[in-house]
T-cell receptor, first 115, second 115 residues
Framework: AQSVTQPDIHITVSEGASLELRCNYS??????LFWYVQSPGQGLQLLLKYFSGDTLVQGIKGFEAEFKRSQSSFNLRKPSVHWSDAAEYFC?????????????FGKGTHLIIQP | KAGVTQTPRYLIKTRGQQVTLSCSPISGHRSVSWYQQTPGQGLQFLFEYFSETQRNKGNFPGRFSGRQFSNSRSEMNVSTLELGDSALYLCASSLSGLAVTDTQYFGPGTRLTVL
């Protein structure tokens, strides 16, 4: 069965500093990988997704993620965080792009931004 | 274009009751998925509907059911509510749920509290 691990439950970063959120997946075939962000009281917003091709994926809000098959990882990065980036971040894996067979999510990483 | 809407946003029920949650997908989207989000289990896939048919189902008891109407609107029903059903229920829609170009768009969720 597929699974996603986000090792860091909480991460605190100073505003303007760089950010890396870790994600490891377990999946038998070529995975479809996603990063979502959830602000308090809101639904999930897709930041970026990977299907194939270039392993460095650019997303919205200045985020990027790199797919490393050898490490089964799909880490999310941002060069300089803003206070508005404080939120819960979820990594997910699926069988299809639109997630018709359901996405498997990690437990999430809570990002705290220090002024 | 309006986003995914879910009603009601908040709901309080007592054990043993049943509840119906509603989701209106983005116009033109035919795939609707439901997820349960709890602090302990995280985000878990419930089921997915496409063209009024359940196409995939997660690992939840039969008390959880759903349906989709011809206009793609979807409802989910939970019967004989248990305390553990207290959660944020998220609905997501996508065009077909299968294409690699599809993106799942999430609604704000319905917060269900079971007393």
């Amino acid at each position: 069965a597929q699974s996603v691990t986000q090792p860091d439950i909480h991460i605190t970063v100073s505003e303007g500093a760089s950010l890396e959120l870790r994600c490891n997946y377990s999946y038998g075939a070529t995975p479809y990988l996603f990063w979502y962000v959830q602000s308090p009281g809101q639904g999930l917003q897709l930041l970026l997704k990977y299907f194939s091709g270039d392993t460095l994926v650019q997303g919205i809000k200045g985020f990027e993620a790199e797919f490393k098959r050898s490490q089964s990882s799909f880490n999310l990065r941002k060069p300089s965080v803003h206070w508005s980036d404080a939120a819960e971040y979820f990594c997910a894996v699926g069988n299809s792009g639109g997630g018709a067979d359901g996405l498997t999510f990690g437990k999430g990483t809570h990002l705290i931004i220090q002024p | 274009k309006a986003g995914v809407t879910q009603t009601p946003r908040y709901l309080i029920k007592t054990r043993g009751q049943q509840v119906t949650l509603s989701c209106s997908p983005i116009s033109g989207h035919r795939s609707v998925s439901w997820y349960q989000q709890t602090p302990g289990q995280g985000l878990q896939f419930l089921f997915e509907y496409f063209s009024e048919t359940q196409r995939n189902k997660g690992n939840f008891p039969g008390r959880f059911s759903g349906r989709q109407f011809s206009n793609s609107r979807s409802e989910m029903n939970v019967s004989t509510l248990e305390l553990g059903d207290s959660a944020l229920y998220l609905c997501a829609s996508s065009l077909s749920g299968l294409a690699v170009t599809d993106t799942q768009y999430f609604g704000p969720g319905t917060r269900l509290t079971v007393l």
